[in-house]
């Protein structure tokens, strides 16, 4: 509590102070606009624009919200982008996680932009730019590189998280001094040694920061994030009172924890299969980046010859930790996979914690294996897994460090935003100068005052759903809620061009709705309410298409709310014959 103060009060007494405000007075103003990543876990990007340049901080998707239906991926809004194509000079890359990177693919499609990005992070992006047949200028950079982004000023620093080679950065330009901490936690004892480089952080706080960004997803968890040290005692139980198949679930890109899962594989002799494409994928890469570089190839075994091994001598490495459909373990427990028949007492490890909305599905999983009377260890119960974010505690220290003169939560929910404020303001941080900004608000900071423009520009969620960008709006995804709530019917109608009489018996389908054989009494009330309605819309002369479709809606609707309580979605179709 005291050092915060104690710090502050040592800078503003420097002896220049009326010189730095003169000079402050100087500094051309510059903006913070973050696109996404605000009041949500997801589709991290954030601008920092000054003297006409404008330096991009990721660019991740989000995974579609509850009645988001059909959407893969949300995506940031890149109209500021598009706007502004000529003042992007480049983008920094923090960590290969989706929520970072998953979006470059539909960046590089609209503008093209230098990518900054440490080395397994680059590999990652790479591999999405084969996929889509896209290039861009790409630079590896490793922590403690400083570097010149036009006239910015970039400097990556180590920081611990659940993916190798996360960072944060320094980014000094005219205008200030912007640090961004990247997703993080401190790990004293990280699986690979390289620690959170709090002493740069310090010197840097030292410096002086005008805004701070930081990562606020483990706010609300009071104390220390465990170190990966925890997992790693865990799995050597395990394996050490175990003769059994061992399956082992997580997330692909936690490169450090699968080698460790390898190491301890080798230690009790057993082989390692792995499957799943992400993990394959992931793996590969791995090995090519040199990670892997103690570990013998001949230890690998293809996930076709597990099956000839004996229980005790291999380990399968899958991804479907967070049970996605299509995922190796999804498959096994199903059923459905090629080379994995699970067995009676195989050992599944969720090495993994379920990501917010994925709870369900995992528990189905979960049970599935149950049934199987398979052995499942989860997060919950061993400490098969840790956050790879900081909790209340070592944000403290964070901000402790740097000492922004501004501070702005990042990477959270709301509720996290707003506890992130609560507890930088705990520390001595003015609430005058802590923002909560939200996607496509700007945060203009001009020498020393300040000004939050809402709206600034569109933050708007973009949906993706197959090759369509954008083009699902909120009318088409209204239309899929209704669908999915309470089916669809059509009408269809043939009338005769010249007179208007109905040319056959009008057909009605439903989807969804009910179970038409078991009431054919309802369809055939409805089919007369719809001769009712063609009755009604001859004697009024009103049998063009547009009427007709307006009346036909209408009565239907009425007719089936009546009857059924329901709300189905009604499509008259009108053929003039
Ligand atoms: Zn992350
Ligand atoms: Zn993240």
């Known amino acids: ?39 949500e876990i997801g589709k991290n990007c954030t601008l920092i624009e000054c003297n006409n340049e404008i330096l991009m901080i990721d660019c991740g998707f989000a995974f579609p919200e509850y009645e988001m239906f059909g959407i893969d991926i949300v995506i940031p809004d890149f109209t500021y982008i598009k706007k502004n194509m000529e003042k992007i000079k480049g983008l920094i890359i923090t960590h290969g996680h989706e929520d970072h990177i998953g979006g470059i693919p539909y960046l590089l499609q609209e503008v093209s932009v230098p990518i900054y990005a440490s080395p ?7 591999h999405k730019l084969e996929e889509n047949y896209l290039t861009c200028e790409q630079h590896v950079v490793k922590a403690g590189d400083r570097f010149r982004i036009g006239g910015f000023t970039v400097e990556a620093i180590q920081t611990n998280h659940s993916i190798a080679d996360s960072l944060a950065y320094s980014v000094k330009f005219a205008g200030g001094h912007v640090f961004h901490t990247g997703d993080f936690k401190i790990d004293y004892s990280p699986l690979d ?72 594989s080798m230690k009790h002799h057993r082989r390692i299969a792995v499957s799943g494409r992400s993990m394959e994928n992931v ?16 230890v690998f075994v293809d996930v ?75 997060a919950s119960a061993m ?39 609560k507890l930088a303001h705990s520390l001595g941080q003015p609430n005058e100068h802590i923002f909560l900004l939200g996607n496509g608000d700007a945060l203009e ?84 309410v719809i001769y009712n309605t063609i009755g009604k819309s001859t004697s009024a002369g009103a049998l063009d298409e547009a009427s007709l479709t307006r009346a036909i809606k209408s009565d239907m609707k009425t007719f089936i709310y009546n009857t059924t309580k329901k709300s189905p979605m009604i499509i008259p179709v009108i053929l003039y014959v």
């Open 1 to 39: 509590m005291a050092t915060y103060k104690d710090n502050s009060k040592k800078r503003a007494k420097a002896p220049a102070k009326a010189i730095k405000k003169n000079r402050e007075k100087a500094k051309p103003p510059f903006r913070i606009i973050p696109l996404g990543g605000m009041k």
């Open 120 to 126: 397994l992070a680059m590999g990652l992006i790479e």
């Open 193 to 264: 040694g390289n620690v959170i480089d709090l002493n740069r952080f310090s010197q840097l706080g030292d410096q002086g920061v005008d805004v701070l960004l930081c990562d606020s997803t483990n706010v609300l968890r009071k104390g220390y994030t465990p170190s990966e040290a925890v997992v790693r005692r865990s799995i050597d139980e395990i394996f050490d009172n175990t003769e059994r198949r061992i399956i082992i679930a997580t997330f692909a890109s936690n490169v450090h924890r699968i080698k460790y899962f390898i190491e301890a």
């Open 283 to 298: 793996l590969a890469l791995s090995k090519r980046l040199g990670y892997l570089d103690d570990i013998p190839e001949s």
């Open 304 to 378: 076709s010859e597990a099956k000839n091994l004996a229980d005790n001598k291999i380990t399968i490495i899958t991804t479907g930790s967070q049970g996605e459909p299509m995922s190796a373990l999804t498959r096994m427990a199903y059923d459905n996979h090629k080379s994995v028949k699970l067995k009676k007492n195989d050992v599944v490890v969720f090495s993994s914690s379920p990501i917010p909305g994925n709870e369900k599905v995992i528990s189905q999983i979960v049970n599935r294996l149950y049934e199987k009377e398979v052995s499942v260890v989860l």
């Open 383 to 421: 400490d098969v897994h840790v956050s790879g974010h900081a909790s209340s505690e070592e944000l403290k220290l964070i901000h402790t460090l740097i000492r922004p003169k501004y501070f702005v939560p990042a990477h959270g929910e709301y509720r996290h935003l707003v506890e992130h404020a």
């Open 445 to 528: 900071v001009n020498g020393g005052s300040t000004h939050v423009e809402r709206g600034y520009t569109s933050g708007e969620d973009v949906m993706v759903d197959g090759y369509g960008v954008g083009d699902v709006g909120s009318k088409v995804l209204n239309d899929r809620k209704k669908l999915s709530q309470s089916g669809l019917i059509t009408v269809s109608v043939a009338l005769d061009r010249a007179t208007g009489s109905l040319m056959a018996e009008p057909i009605l389908n439903t989807r969804g709705l009910i179970f038409e054989e078991e009431h054919m009494d309802l369809i055939r009330e409805a089919i007369s």
